[in-house]
């Protein structure tokens, strides 16, 4: 526990940090990834809560951070993810209490933000997400302090619960032009969202995906969506306007329930299907 500083000789043929290789050395506040090392295995700075700072040794060589690496390093206030790291699995950043600044080098290989990754991250309020990331998983962001976030073109899948209970979150930019469905939960009580346009490609509004966004005023659906599910919007105490292009068929229980500003909402010819107490 009293460790604090540990120190590689240059060139050193080092290529995996073990599990829980550092686990709770609470004393430790700064460590240089060798650039040999190409995978920190679970949870290998487990609860290091004085690591204010990882760095890398140049050029990297890391492909993958695993399951609760940097689980509880609640001193941890920035990392740059080189561009080399190809997976990142679920929870490793589980809990970084501080962790206000996370970018990816230039040219970043990285396929998919992982379920949890940066789950209860309460200072990390913006991310650009890189290009070459295609899966934005389940819970990913759940409760962050995110404020914006701007989901690349690249991006085909958003996992349920990916931005739940982000309470501060205001700007959602969807720039995809794959993604086909807004999941269950996706966007559940985050109540300062303001608005939100939902790309043409979307097809299906999944039930409860934007359910308690108190503050949402303003919805617009893209032009391919036909589906619309129970409790989507439900709570949207704020929301006055809705815009349906022409292509939706049902519209589910529940889906504008509670919605007490609601004063338009277009609804198109091909509509066939509406549950009980939609509004």
Known sequence: YSLTEITFE????????????FNECSSLTHFEVPSSVTR????????????????????????????????????????EIPSTVEEIQKYAFNKCTSLSEVT??????????????????????HLEVPSSVTRIEEHAFESSSLVKIKIPSSVTE??????????????????SSSLTKIEEYTFNECRALLQITIPSSVTEICGSSFSFCSSLTQVTLGSSVTKIGGSAFTGCISLVKVIIQSKITSIGGFAFSGCLSLEEITIPEGLTEIFDSTF
């Open 104 to 125: 990816f080098e230039n040219f970043s290989t990285l396929k998919s933000l992982p379920p949890y990754v940066f789950n209860e991250c309460c200072l990390l309020t």
């Open 40 to 79: 920190i295995e679970g949870y290998a700075f487990n609860q290091c809560t004085s690591l204010s700072e990882i760095t890398f040794e140049n050029p990297s060589s890391l492909k993958t951070i695993c399951c609760y690496a940097f689980n509880d390093c609640n001193s941890l206030k920035q990392f």
């Open 158 to 175: 958003i996992g349920k619960y990916c931005f739940n209970k982000c309470l501060l979150l205001i700007d959602v930019d969807i720039q």
């Open 10 to 21: 240059y060139l050193s043929p080092l290529k995996a940090l073990h599990c829980y290789e």
